[in-house]
């Protein structure tokens, strides 16, 4: 297959090396005999990469000394005894569908920067080992597939900030690689995904016409071991279905939603961004990962970073800086700004509610997740630093329990104290959520077996 080459950069070489699952009656393997019951029949990821400050979020620690305390307050949610801070205000009101996991760690080094903690976080592997290992969105669209056929099974929205290269295909064919929307950002109405149309000049009729044209032709593909076999025929008609499916493109487009819709989750990227998340699911979308930050517009001067690596002047109401001061936290704004920590409360918390109206919650599994957190200490720029020895997640959805918190960590927030927890854990709930048998191996193209999160145990807490 890699013999085939495009001159233009369009959609079929997309689809052809970038993600697309050949038609689900060749490569889709549905949940396996022999695992756990699935209760997931798709996955959300919400990936806020940087390095989100657990004790300013959802592990508040009143304890603290002074000097190294979050400025916000806890705030009590609506499921009694369990508090978040005030950036999470609007997220509080849906504790009740929610699991927070406080014991997050890692036990190994290796995984303390960004590239190499986002790497684990989307692979739940420690870089390092002896292969490159894929995404788990990546080895869930290649075990499963999805049951959408006109969208790629593992999308990233919108996949281009620096660390949003840390996505891996690994040994995996190129069919399970991540597609991402692009766009720095969806809230402008001229936003699209580009190379989703046909070449200037053929229309739509003129393009099956062509296609028709190699109707007889059925050049096998000689199948790699314990692969499917795949045909030229199967490839062609995936991409046909993808260029001139009308679905296709209105996946990518909010004209069908509500201005309340569309209001609730925030008309600032962040919001516009979780929305699609949340309309690629609804398709059938398999894996959906968004990985988003506010752009620099007229409305942040100053702000051109804007992740969560908050390594100076955190607690500003305004920009951090523009000047390399040496801690390397220039170019975001305080954790609670609006476009930091206010847009990302509001979507959560809107995201959670819509998906459960619309019966989505119930079949989907909802993470939200960081690379690591953020340390217990202030630095002397009044800054946080990266921190792996404590910090949170949050799981929902697929039979997750709402209004539960695991794990624990001390009155600083630096180390965790009970139910410890790790990436490696969360891979493997994720598998099982899905229903993926992972006593089964997946092989690489030297037949060399890989288990799935083989360092991880799934979640008990959470089926």
């Given at each position: 297959?890699?013999?085939?080459?495009?001159?233009?950069?369009?959609?079929?070489?997309?689809?052809?090396?970038?993600?697309?699952?050949?038609?689900?009656?060749?490569?889709?393997?549905?949940?396996?005999?022999g695992g756990r019951t699935p209760q997931a029949k798709n996955v959300l990821v919400i990936l806020e990469q940087g390095g989100l400050s657990h004790m300013d979020t959802w592990d508040p620690k009143t304890e603290a000394v002074?000097?190294?305390?979050?400025?916000?307050?806890?705030?009590?949610?609506?499921?009694?005894?369990?508090?978040?801070?005030?950036?999470?205000?609007?997220?509080?009101?849906?504790?009740?569908?929610?699991?927070?996991?406080?014991?997050?760690?890692?036990?190994?080094?290796?995984?303390?920067?960004?590239?190499?903690?986002?790497?684990?976080?989307?692979?739940?592997?420690?870089?390092?080992?002896?292969?490159?290992?894929?995404?788990?969105?990546?080895?869930?669209?290649?075990?499963?597939?999805?049951?959408?056929?006109?969208?790629?099974?593992?999308?990233?929205?919108?996949?281009?900030?620096?660390?949003?290269?840390?996505?891996?295909?690994?040994?995996?064919?190129?069919?399970?690689?991540?597609?991402?929307?692009?766009?720095?950002?969806?809230?402008?109405?001229?936003?699209?995904?580009?190379?989703?149309?046909?070449?200037?000049?053929?229309?739509?009729?003129?393009?099956?016409?062509?296609?028709?044209?190699?109707?007889?032709?059925?050049?096998?593909?000689?199948?790699?071991?314990r692969d499917p076999v795949r045909t030229f025929t199967d490839l062609s008609q995936q991409a046909a279905d993808l260029l001139t499916n009308p679905l296709t493109q209105q996946a990518f487009q909010f004209g069908d939603e509500?201005?309340?819709?569309?209001?609730?989750?925030?008309?600032?990227?962040?919001?516009?961004?979780?929305?699609?998340?949340?309309?690629?699911?609804?398709?059938?979308?398999?894996?959906?990962?968004?990985?988003?930050?506010?752009?620099?517009?007229?409305?942040?001067?100053?702000?051109?970073?804007?992740?969560?690596?908050?390594?100076?002047?955190?607690?500003?109401?305004?920009?951090?800086?523009?000047?390399?001061?040496?801690?390397?936290?220039?170019?975001?704004?305080?954790?609670?700004?609006?476009?930091?920590?206010?847009?990302?409360?509001?979507?959560?918390?809107?995201?959670?509610?819509?998906?459960?109206?619309?019966?989505?919650?119930?079949?989907?599994?909802?993470?939200?997740?960081?690379e690591f957190g953020r340390t217990p200490k202030l630095n002397r720029f009044q800054g946080r630093d990266h921190w792996v020895n404590a910090y949170s997640i949050a799981l929902a959805g697929a039979g997750v329990p709402g209004?539960?918190?695991?794990?624990?960590?001390?009155?600083?927030?630096?180390?965790?104290?009970?139910?410890?927890?790790?990436?490696?854990?969360?891979?493997?709930?994720?598998?099982?959520?899905?229903?993926?048998?992972?006593?089964?191996?997946?092989?690489?193209?030297?037949?060399?077996?890989?288990?799935?999160?083989?360092?991880?145990?799934?979640?008990?807490?959470?089926?």
């Amino acid at each position: 297959m890699t013999a085939l080459r495009y001159q233009r950069r369009s959609f079929i070489g997309l689809g052809l090396a970038g993600g697309l699952s050949i038609r689900t009656a060749i490569s889709a393997r549905a949940a396996e005999s022999g695992g756990r019951t699935p209760q997931a029949k798709n996955v959300l990821v919400i990936l806020e990469q940087g390095g989100l400050s657990h004790m300013d979020t959802w592990d508040p620690k009143t304890e603290a000394v002074v000097e190294h305390r979050s400025p916000f307050k806890p705030v009590s949610t609506v499921v009694p005894g369990v508090q978040f801070t005030s950036l999470l205000s609007k997220t509080a009101r849906v504790a009740d569908r929610l699991t927070v996991i406080r014991g997050m760690h890692h036990t190994k080094s290796g995984a303390n920067g960004h590239p190499q903690g986002t790497q684990y976080a989307l692979s739940g592997e420690m870089p390092g080992g002896p292969l490159e290992m894929p995404d788990i969105g990546s080895i869930v669209a290649h075990r499963m597939a999805s049951k959408c056929d006109y969208l790629p099974p593992y999308i990233m929205v919108p996949g281009n900030h620096e660390q949003a290269k840390e996505a891996r295909v690994g040994f995996l064919p190129a069919s399970a690689k991540v597609f991402k929307t692009g766009g720095s950002d969806l809230s402008d109405p001229d936003w699209k995904v580009n190379d989703l149309g046909l070449m200037a000049g053929i229309d739509r009729r003129r393009f099956l016409d062509r296609r028709d044209l190699l109707s007889n032709l059925n050049v096998g593909v000689a199948p790699a071991k314990r692969d499917p076999v795949r045909t030229f025929t199967d490839l062609s008609q995936q991409a046909a279905d993808l260029l001139t499916n009308p679905l296709t493109q209105q996946a990518f487009q909010f004209g069908d939603e509500s201005d309340a819709v569309r209001d609730k989750y925030g008309r600032g990227h962040r919001g516009q961004c979780y929305l699609l998340g949340r309309r690629l699911i609804e398709r059938g979308v398999r894996f959906v990962t968004v990985d988003v930050r506010e752009p620099l517009s007229k409305d942040t001067p100053g702000g051109f970073n804007m992740n969560w690596d908050h390594h100076d002047y955190i607690y500003n109401k305004g920009s951090c800086g523009t000047v390399r001061n040496g801690a390397g936290g220039e170019g975001r704004y305080g954790i609670g700004h609006w476009v930091m920590m206010g847009s990302t409360d509001q979507a959560f918390a809107a995201l959670i509610e819509d998906m459960d109206e619309r019966g989505l919650l119930d079949e989907t599994l909802v993470a939200f997740v960081s690379e690591f957190g953020r340390t217990p200490k202030l630095n002397r720029f009044q800054g946080r630093d990266h921190w792996v020895n404590a910090y949170s997640i949050a799981l929902a959805g697929a039979g997750v329990p709402g209004g539960q918190v695991l794990g624990s960590s001390d009155r600083d927030g630096g180390y965790v104290t009970s139910r410890a927890t790790t990436p490696d854990d969360y891979a493997a709930t994720i598998y099982e959520k899905l229903g993926l048998d992972r006593t089964k191996p997946i092989y690489t193209p030297s037949n060399r077996p890989v288990f799935l999160a083989h360092n991880g145990t799934a979640i008990e807490e959470v089926f």
